[in-house]
């Protein structure tokens, strides 16, 4: 995880970083992919609750958020070039998603002669441009999930609406507030669940969102009170209690009432950015290792959606049955590649030439652009 250079808005790759956070970053994102790979094929206990990373993930965008923008804000940054900043960081990925999920849309009409409007696949796809949320889409494009192209995309809707309120005024930015807002936010997901993605669970993504995101603002003010020595211990007891959640099949956890969220959200991913944040795994395979984890980490959440409709709507075409557990694996090889080429070949080069454009040339010092947070 890269700090932010003095001359520049931007976070951009340096010699520091926060490597085992990167490769924590990576670790959740492909938890996600399987987690959805078994709801979409219908393997329920495959990673069962490893949509728990959302939370992850909101919690280390809070926690980059103030290692990164905090004082920059406070010194004179303007609200408008900080927007700018983010949404340079996250809409390349979010339109090409889009538009990959639309052709492939697009194509399955024709196919199958689905009676689907024009008109409903466009909205979806100008909404999806813009990242806004569509109440109205239809089955056959992929509703009633808000983001009907690309259904993960609600999180990243959320992390730009609390970037909004954690940059417009400084006092969000406090511990005081921070820890607020995350108990009080956490007991409401608790209660009623996390959600977020259907417009019948659409505002319980704003307390889900505020509560991690704010206890990663918390773990960044409170970052000294746990020992280096500690954190060695706590990070990896911390990952093997996180992997448990994910993917033991008899833990089932529900989305609704269960106090394990709670104490996920409240201590379980804090502790895991803030060990996270103060443990160092030498070497260059370990370092090479958690740098690619890191890196793939959001092209791999914001495509794995659109690239598992396309991979599997061919397969099932050609072979008229449901992939195989190989053929899964298979699947997971190919997004994996897929999502890495598309960073190097179209996410980098896209977010260098805007920076440029609208930032001006000191926002870009290196021809790496750091992907240093979930973005969510």
Same mark, same amino acid.
């Given at each position: ?83 700018? %900043? ?18 492939? +849309?697009?194509? /399955? ?9 024009? /008109? ?52 969000? /930015? ?8 995350? +108990? ?28 991690? *995101? ?17 954190? %060695?211990? +706590? ?56 740098? *690619? ?17 396309? +991979? ?5 075409? %050609? ?30 080069? %896209? ?26």
């Amino acid at each position: 995880m890269s700090l932010p250079s003095a001359a520049s808005d931007v976070p951009l790759k340096t010699t520091q970083h926060y490597l085992a956070l990167d490769a924590l970053r990576g670790l959740a994102a492909l938890s996600v992919m399987i987690f959805h790979f078994g709801h979409w094929l219908h393997v329920e206990r495959l990673a069962p609750n490893a949509g728990l990373a959302v939370d992850l993930f909101f919690c280390l965008s809070g926690f980059v958020m103030m290692k990164s923008y905090d004082r920059k804000l406070s010194g004179g940054l303007s609200f408008v070039r900080f927007m700018k %900043v983010r949404l340079i960081r996250l809409m390349p990925l979010v339109m090409a998603a889009t538009l990959i999920s639309a052709i492939y +849309v697009l194509f /399955r009409i024709q196919v199958k002669h689905d009676h689907v409007a024009l /008109r409903d696949v466009a909205t979806a796809v100008l909404l999806g441009l813009i990242n806004l949320p569509n109440f109205g889409a239809v089955t056959a494009i992929g509703g009633p999930q808000i983001f009907p192209l690309n259904g993960p995309q609600y999180t990243l809707f959320l992390e730009v609406v609390v970037n909004i309120f954690w940059a417009g005024l400084a006092v969000l /930015r406090g511990l005081r507030f921070a820890l607020i807002a995350l +108990v009080l936010c956490s007991c409401v997901v608790g209660w009623y669940g996390t959600g977020g993605d259907v417009p019948d669970t659409f505002w319980n993504g704003f307390p889900r969102v505020v509560a991690s *995101f704010y206890a990663g603002v918390a773990v960044y003010h409170l970052r000294h009170i746990l020992p280096e020595k500690a954190a %060695v211990v +706590v990070f990896p007891l911390c990952v093997a209690i996180m992997l448990a959640l994910y993917y033991v099949p008899s833990f089932p956890i529900s989305h609704s009432g269960n106090p394990i969220i709670f104490v996920w959200i409240v201590a379980i991913s804090p502790l895991l950015v803030l060990s996270g944040a103060k443990v160092t795994y030498a070497g260059a395979f370990a370092t090479k290792g958690q740098t *690619f984890l890191g890196d793939l980490s959001y092209p791999l959440y914001v495509l794995h959606y659109p690239l598992f409709c396309w +991979v599997n709507g061919i397969y099932q075409a %050609v072979f008229k049955v449901y992939p195989s557990g190989l053929v899964m694996v298979g699947y997971g090889v190919f997004i994996v590649v897929a999502s890495f080429v598309t960073l190097r070949l179209f996410d980098e080069p %896209v977010r260098r030439w805007a920076s440029t454009t609208l930032l001006g040339k000191s926002a870009v010092k290196t021809s790496a652009v750091a992907a240093t947070e979930f973005g969510v």
